[in-house]
């Protein structure tokens, strides 16, 4: 989706003259527009389930036969819960949906991680990077079963990061974005209280889609070579932050 931060990104390597493959799974490329950013991009298109093994395989396989060697850098900017969008509540979760949540947010991390290093598939000081966000640590009503997903994905980047970087000099860093006006984002029920209450609680305010692809191309360049396994936040201070002037204001109304 155009609004999405892996779209950003896609432009913003581009533009800094990066070469890459664009995935999605097969279902959501029937619906979306993934075409028209690789046609921009002059990037080829590879079909694949992230909790698929097999289709990962033939994601880097063909990744590396298109662009002529081994990968420099890999987002993973996967999310979504059956859950949250069927409206079920935290108390009444369905777990077989539950586990899906996990497999689909968190555990396809380690999957792309765990089929990199086993094809040899990226270089010396590659870096991988994962979205992430604050409800990993903190709860959030409505968020439900995502935030246990995110907090798995980014004990995934720790644990993987040590092994990729003792074995191959692999950076791993997840991102914890502010909430951002993308598909993913918005499909959580009470979004807009989410997004104005960050405004508000972060004195540079929300870090926007864009924002953030900038900071992902950073964390591919050699600029961020000694980074890993870390969660990074990109948030405008929302997570350093006990309250603000605006929030003072807004509340003494």
Same mark, same amino acid.
């Given at each position: +989706?155009? *609004?999405?931060?892996?779209?950003?990104?896609?432009?913003?390597?581009?533009?800094?003259? $990066?070469? @890459?493959?664009?995935?999605?799974?097969?279902?959501? +490329?029937?619906?979306?527009?993934?075409?028209?950013?690789?046609?921009?991009?002059? /990037?080829?298109?590879?079909?694949?389930?992230?909790?698929?093994?097999?289709?990962?395989?033939?994601?880097?396989?063909?990744? #590396?036969?298109?662009?002529?060697?081994?990968?420099? @850098?890999?987002?993973? &900017?996967?999310? +979504?819960?059956?859950?949250i969008r069927k409206g079920k509540a935290y108390g009444d979760m369905n777990y077989e949906w539950y586990?899906?949540?996990?497999?689909?947010?968190?555990?396809?991390?380690?999957? =792309?991680?765990?089929?990199?290093?086993?094809?040899?598939?990226?270089?010396?000081?590659?870096?991988?990077?994962?979205? &992430?966000? !604050?409800?990993?640590?903190?709860?959030?009503?409505?968020?439900?079963?995502? /935030?246990?997903?995110?907090?798995?994905?980014?004990?995934?980047?720790?644990?993987?990061?040590q092994r990729y970087g003792s074995l191959k000099k692999v950076r791993v860093n997840t991102i914890s974005?502010?909430?951002?006006?993308?598909?993913?984002?918005?499909? !959580?029920? $009470?979004?807009? =209280?989410?997004? %104005?209450?960050?405004?508000?609680?972060?004195?540079?305010?929300?870090?926007?889609?864009?924002?953030? /692809?900038?900071? !992902?191309?950073? #964390? @591919?360049? %050699?600029?961020?070579?000694? =980074?890993? +396994?870390? *969660?990074?936040?990109?948030?405008?201070? @929302?997570?350093?932050? $006990?309250?603000?002037?605006?929030? =003072?204001?807004?509340?003494?109304?």
């Open positions: +989706m155009k *609004n999405s931060i892996a779209w950003k990104t896609a432009l913003k390597i581009k533009e800094e003259g $990066g070469q @890459f493959t664009l995935t999605n799974a097969p279902i959501a +490329m029937r619906l979306g527009t993934i075409n028209q950013l690789a046609k921009a991009c002059n /990037a080829e298109v590879i079909p694949a389930d992230a909790t698929s093994e097999a289709d990962l395989t033939n994601l880097f396989t063909k990744s #590396m036969e298109v662009l002529g060697g081994k990968l420099d @850098f890999v987002l993973h &900017s996967i999310g +979504m819960s059956p859950n586990l899906k949540t996990l497999d689909i947010s968190a555990l396809s991390f380690h999957k =792309v991680l765990q089929t990199s290093e086993k094809l040899d598939a990226m270089n010396e000081w590659g870096s991988v990077v994962a979205l &992430s966000y !604050i409800a990993a640590q903190r709860a959030y009503p409505d968020y439900t079963d995502m /935030a246990q997903a995110k907090a798995m994905l980014e004990s995934i980047a720790r644990s993987y990061g974005q502010s909430p951002t006006k993308t598909t993913a984002g918005t499909g !959580i029920a $009470g979004f807009d =209280v989410f997004f %104005d209450f960050a405004q508000m609680m972060s004195p540079l305010g929300n870090a926007s889609a864009e924002d953030c /692809a900038n900071y !992902i191309a950073v #964390m @591919f360049s %050699d600029y961020t070579r000694m =980074v890993t +396994m870390q *969660n990074l936040m990109h948030d405008g201070g @929302f997570s350093s932050s $006990g309250i603000t002037y605006d929030l =003072v204001e807004r509340l003494s109304k």
